[in-house]
């Protein structure tokens, strides 16, 4: 079956503007994650969402970061002024339910570099 | 504060040697502890977990036990093979049953030489 998808896969910016990344979780996982992978951080976890609420809005490294869930599928990561230190690789991830046990299926990510 | 640390990589090992590599955590409470491995090209995937302590996570080959009293989760496995190479992460959820994401470690860059 089709597993979580994201687009675009690769994505060059200038500093500056502003980007949408999107993910498509699996169908019927209710359970939506954000995480961002770059070489200094490792692997960082930014937000997550249980249907189409975000509980907590912490991890998410500035106010420039902002996220949404509609109609509990479909996320998208907006970067609202990219600078330089935003470039990374950001992951989405979804479960079939919001619990700690349950495994998180990763989709392949999008490449941010912002130039 | 919560937290993940695993041995820094890279690690290279000859086909059907012994592996360890070492994962400790703090949090508070008991958490679930996963290992993902992450092929070349490919995306993270789950390679094994343990939701309580004394659980044995098992798959492919590989094994970690949860160790309450060391607070640690190493990943072993006794004959490696080059198709193992890969990056490694250990991770623990929230200690609460609730979804705060996964807290990760670097990585470990494991490399099979035949």
């Known amino acids: 079956g089709a597993g979580v998808s994201q687009s675009p896969s690769n994505k060059v910016t200038e500093k500056g503007k502003d980007v949408e990344l999107r993910c498509d979780p699996i169908s019927g996982h209710t359970a939506l994650y954000w995480y961002r992978q770059s070489l200094g951080q490792g692997l960082e976890f930014l937000i997550y969402?249980?249907?189409?609420?975000?509980?907590?809005k912490s991890g998410l490294p500035s106010d420039r970061f902002s996220a949404e869930r509609t109609g509990g599928s479909v996320s998208t990561l907006t970067i609202q002024r990219t600078q330089q230190e935003d470039s990374a690789v950001y992951l989405c991830?979804?479960?079939?339910?919001?619990?700690?046990?349950?495994?998180?299926?990763f989709g392949p990510g999008t490449r941010l570099t912002v130039l | 504060g919560n937290s993940v640390t695993q041995m820094e990589g890279p690690v290279t090992l000859s086909e059907e040697a012994f592996l360890t590599i070492n994962c400790t955590y703090t949090?508070?409470?008991?958490?679930?502890l996963f290992w993902y491995v992450q092929y070349p090209g490919e995306g993270l995937q789950l390679l094994l977990k343990?939701?309580?302590?004394?659980d044995k996570g098992s798959n492919k080959g590989f094994e970690a036990t949860y160790r309450k009293e060391t607070t640690s989760f190493h990943l072993e496995k006794g004959s490696v093979q080059v198709s193992d190479s890969a990056v490694y992460f250990c991770a623990r959820g929230g200690s609460g049953g609730g979804a705060d994401g996964l807290t990760f470690g670097k990585g470990t860059h494991l490399i099979i030489q035949p």
């Open positions: 969402f249980q249907g189409n609420s975000a509980p907590d």
């Open positions: 991830a979804s479960s079939t339910q919001g619990l700690a046990v349950n495994e998180q299926f």
């Open positions: 343990a939701t309580k302590a004394d």
């Open positions: 949090a508070t409470g008991y958490p679930s």
